[in-house]
């Protein structure tokens, strides 16, 4: 099995920054792509930034939000600057690939909320 543990959620004001980081650990071969997916309260979960053969981000993060991995710590990190009520929801990690038994794997982080407020 492959688990995700994100940190580094809370409460910032408006404009401030948060960084969120996500570790993948348990029988991984390969990872192909992580992401950092949100769902806000009565909302659906949406995309916000995924490294795979390309980086996307969600087009309201666009010049604010950058992911980034470090490949050799299997982890994923979320630099969130200018941030903005509208951010606040719960973060979840995402991350697929392979498992050191060749099975396709596809698992989601227990989630860390953000708060934008002031």
């Known amino acids: 099995q492959v688990q995700l543990v994100e940190s580094g959620g809370g409460l910032v004001q408006p404009g401030g920054s948060l960084r969120l980081s996500c570790v993948a650990s348990?029988?991984?071969?390969?990872?192909?792509?992580m992401g950092w997916y949100r769902q806000a309260p009565g909302k659906e979960r949406e995309l916000v930034a995924r490294s795979g053969g390309t980086i996307n981000y969600e087009d309201s993060v666009k010049g604010r939000f950058t992911i980034s991995r470090d490949n050799a710590k299997n982890t994923v990190y979320l630099q969130m600057n200018s941030l903005k009520p509208e951010d606040t929801a719960v973060y979840y990690c995402n991350a697929e690939g392979l498992t050191g038994l060749q099975r396709r794997f596809l698992t989601w982080g227990q989630g860390t909320q953000v708060t934008v407020s002031s």
């Open positions: 348990g029988s991984i071969f390969s990872i192909s792509a």
